[in-house]
């Protein structure tokens, strides 16, 4: 059975093709620049990369192009074989715990939440009502990336501002990524084979949250009302002092949200690094002696750090502990450098195991007090694996 993933973006749309019988992708593929000049498509399948410059005025015509090619290239015979459409919402509030079917309601949802992620949602809404107007008699899924956070107490959610803050306007902590966390948990209970556990998921990449979860379900995580909280990350701050944006307002003659801005994309390990975002470069310009990339590092590894023995507490003693995302999955010294710094708390990396790239495997050593594992992510796996439970039924 065929299930498509979809990540639409306000001018993108990214879409994994998978066969549910055995969750194969069976293509993937991305739509840049949509309404805009120059708007591209590329699709990978069979091992093979085409990619065509051709005028998307709209989703809709993405949606189209990108149905008529997978015709065009005989990777569906026919419309029909697409038995479901899940799409990856990245804001769904205190209102949806779990994936929903796309209904008038949640269209209309979608919309009134978007002030709470006014980068995100009104691009996922595109790619919905595109898919809607295409393939009208398809199932959609939308499957939340906050859904996995909503079982967090409100001791944990809740700000120590003044509650109407809360209750009028809804700020609390929400959390993101989660799609990604679910995903781990899932992993992590087909590795131990239960379900009664205590596990700490370190999704990090560009962007990065960690996670504690306990018996299935998310206790606390790091990001919050927007995914600016947390940790350091790429180009985000994660956690700072407020006070700092209305002095830098003054300082800088900038507007609140020209100084979020900064906050979320020339900060984190790009704004102390002054170098780069990506951590591959800041590890080689440590080695070359860059004592700026040296600091980015060690505060992005410290930060990381700090939320790991924050949820080791909070649950009170942690099962296993799993890395994942393009730093979590690839990044041989981070992880290094993150599990010695957890060495009080008996933690043994096996460095040999640890020399490895985007594959899951435990890299602590036999007699390390907590199992540590590099799982490789997949968020349009879950995505899928959710749409299909709606297809099935
Ligand atoms: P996003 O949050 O944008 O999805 P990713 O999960 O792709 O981000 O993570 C991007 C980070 O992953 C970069 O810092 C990069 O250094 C790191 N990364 C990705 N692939 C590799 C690799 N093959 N080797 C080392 N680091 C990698």
């Not at 939440?113 to 919905?128: E, Q, S, T, V």
């Not at 944990?156 to 003044?162: G, S």
Request: hydrophobic fraction near 40%.
């Amino acid at each position: 059975m065929k299930i498509i993933s979809i990540n639409a973006g306000s001018s993108s749309l990214k879409f994994t093709l998978f066969n549910m019988d055995d969750e194969s992708v069976i293509a993937s593929g991305l739509f840049e620049r949509i309404g805009m000049d120059g708007s591209i498509y590329s699709i990978k399948y069979n091992g093979e990369k085409i990619s065509e410059e051709i005028a998307m005025e709209s989703h809709t015509m993405a949606v189209q192009i990108l149905l008529d090619k997978l015709s065009a290239l005989s990777i569906i015979q026919s419309l029909d074989e697409i038995k479901g459409v899940g799409h990856r919402i990245v804001q769904g509030v205190d209102r949806y715990f779990e994936s929903v079917l796309v209904t008038d309601k949640v269209i209309q949802d979608i919309d009134e939440i978007k002030d709470f992620a006014p980068l995100h949602n009104p691009g996922a809404l595109k790619g919905i009502l595109a898919f809607r107007e295409v393939l009208p008699d398809v199932p959609m899924v939308c499957v939340f990336d906050t859904a996995f956070h909503q079982t967090m107490e409100p001791e944990t959610y809740l700000y120590p501002i003044p509650y109407h803050w809360y209750s009028d306007y809804g700020v609390r902590k929400y959390g993101f990524h989660g799609t990604s966390h679910k995903y781990i948990t899932s992993c992590v209970k087909d590795l131990l084979n239960r379900e009664d556990f205590k596990l700490i998921s370190c999704h990090i990449g560009n962007g990065g949250s960690i996670c504690a979860i306990k018996n299935m379900k998310c206790v606390d995580t790091s990001m919050g009302f927007t995914p600016l909280a947390g940790i350091m990350m790429g180009t985000r701050s994660g956690d700072v002092d407020p006070s700092i944006i209305p002095y830098l307002m003054e300082k800088e003659g900038k507007n609140a949200s020209e100084i979020l801005d900064d906050l979320n994309k020339a900060s984190g390990v790009l704004g102390l690094s002054e170098c780069s975002n990506d951590l591959r470069d800041i590890v080689k310009a440590c080695e070359e002696g860059n004592e700026k990339a040296l600091l980015a590092k060690n505060k992005y590894v410290r930060r990381i750090v700090d939320y790991i023995a924050q949820y080791y507490v909070l649950l009170g003693g942690v099962d296993i502990i799993v890395f994942t995302a393009g730093v979590g999955e690839n990044n041989v010294t981070v992880r290094r450098e993150i599990c010695e710094k957890l060495s009080c708390l008996g933690i043994k990396i096996d460095l040999d195991a640890n020399n490895v790239r985007g594959k899951e495997i435990m890299i602590s050593s036999p007699d390390s007090s907590i199992p540590v594992y590099v799982i490789p992510t997949d968020e349009e796996l879950m995505i899928a694996r959710d749409t299909l439970k709606f297809v099935n039924r």
